[in-house]
Nanobody, 125 residues
Framework: QVQLVESGGGLVQAGGSLRLSCATSGRTFSAQAMGWFRQAPGKEREFVAAIRWSSGSTYYADSVKGRFTISRDNAKNTVYLQMNSLKPEDTAVYYC??????????????????WGQGTQVTVSS
């Protein structure tokens, strides 16, 4: 059983920063990439960022480029999302996800097989 556990969410003022963590576990964990998605109230879940475990290659949504940074610690099986210059429109539940074997585009939800429970990020104006 693969488990993903997010942490680090909270309430922050606009312009502030937060760092989310996603700890992974499971003997059969074989994901090639990890992604972060978010879902705001009344909206569909959307892609935020992704990273490949082996190469460290990163992918970002246009809305967060230059403000968010995804990284990974292979030894700890943990992925991070550093969020700077936060805006009220970044308010959402943030989810980490692990891709399925032979996945697909990292920008698509269907590429991912395992999901965490989500962590709330609230940015006040």
């Amino acid at each position: 059983q693969v488990q993903l556990v997010e942490s680090g969410g909270g309430l922050v003022q606009a312009g502030g920063s937060l760092r989310l963590s996603c700890a992974t576990s499971g003997r059969t964990f074989s994901a090639q990439a990890m992604g972060w998605f978010r879902q705001a109230p009344g909206k569909e879940r959307e892609f935020v960022a992704a990273i490949r475990w082996s190469s460290g290659s990163t992918y970002y949504a246009d809305s967060v480029k230059g403000r968010f940074t995804i990284s990974r610690d292979n030894a700890k099986n943990t992925v991070y999302l550093q969020m700077n210059s936060l805006k009220p429109e970044d308010t959402a539940v943030y989810y980490c996800a692990a891709d399925r074997p032979g996945g697909g585009s990292y920008y698509r939800e269907t590429t991912y097989e395992y999901w965490g429970q989500g962590t709330q990020v609230t940015v006040s104006s």
